[in-house]
């Protein structure tokens, strides 16, 4: 009887010494991202923060973000100066961990002229491309060869205008926000040709693992139960989860 006693409160000291040394869960997530409007704003308006409050607040960790160019953010979570930057494609930052569940879809649209033919997914290699240096649409897209990439978006109709590319590739709310500033917006046409799931990606550091475990927890969570749907209808946006 003492033997058996003597197991037992060790066994329990044992469990009390690894439960001290488990690292606390962490109150804050440092977010990084590029300012996309209804997204994720620079004052914290957005579909993406939205959800990402929803994901992470109701666990306790609150959101800190941080506004940077989408090169720069991705940058700043490989070297772990954040806990995951905002908006990446499935692979598309090297150095980062991915999280099983991505938490939106971009519908990825090609802009051109209305007088050029429609492009397909299938014949968009056979144009000369352009997009925002960093979005890597070529690791998407099939057959893509030629294409060059620009810092800003402020000089595309222009390049459009001036014959100097065919189409350029971009979410469709960036597309519309350019589209939106032509002065004849008759003059340019939208085709739908890809949608691409959008990931957190997280810094390779124990704190953002931690994390991420939390993120995937909470999407699995909320896509069952269906808690997301209302964000997205807030916001008119499709919702990118099905019944599954």
């Excluded at 010494?17 to 869960?25: H, L, V």
């Excluded at 991202?33 to 959800?51: I, K, M, P, Q, V």
Aim: charged share 25%; with cysteine.
């Amino acid at each position: 009887m003492a033997r058996w006693l003597m197991v037992m409160v060790f066994a329990t000291f044992w469990s009390l010494a690894r439960a001290s040394e488990a690292p606390t869960p962490p109150s804050v997530i440092h977010l990084a991202s590029e300012a996309w409007e209804d997204f994720t704003a620079a004052d914290g308006r957005g579909l993406g923060w939205d959800l990402l409050r929803e994901v992470f607040e109701p666990a306790g960790v609150k959101l800190d973000i941080r506004i940077e160019p989408y090169t720069r953010a991705t940058g700043l979570a490989q070297r772990g100066e954040v806990d995951a930057c905002v908006g990446a494609y499935r692979d598309e930052v090297s150095d980062v961990l991915y999280p099983r569940w991505s938490f939106d879809t971009d519908p990825i649209y090609a802009l051109g002229l209305a007088s050029n033919p429609t492009p397909t997914a299938e014949n968009l290699g056979n144009y000369r491309l352009v997009w925002v240096r960093g979005y890597k649409y070529q690791a998407y897209l099939p057959n893509v060869q030629r294409y060059n990439e620009v810092v800003r978006r402020s000089g595309i109709l222009s390049m459009l205008i001036q014959n100097r590319v065919d189409y350029y590739i971009d979410a469709l709310d960036e597309v519309d926000s350019i589209v939106s500033r032509a002065k004849d917006p008759s003059q340019f046409q939208r085709t739908h040709i890809a949608d691409l799931p959008l990931y957190l990606c997280f810094a390779d550091t124990p704190r953002a693992r931690q994390l991420m475990a939390l993120f995937d927890q909470r999407m699995e969570l909320l896509v069952k139960s269906g808690q997301l749907k209302p964000i997205f209808a807030k916001w008119k946006q499709p919702y990118p989860f099905g019944a599954d």
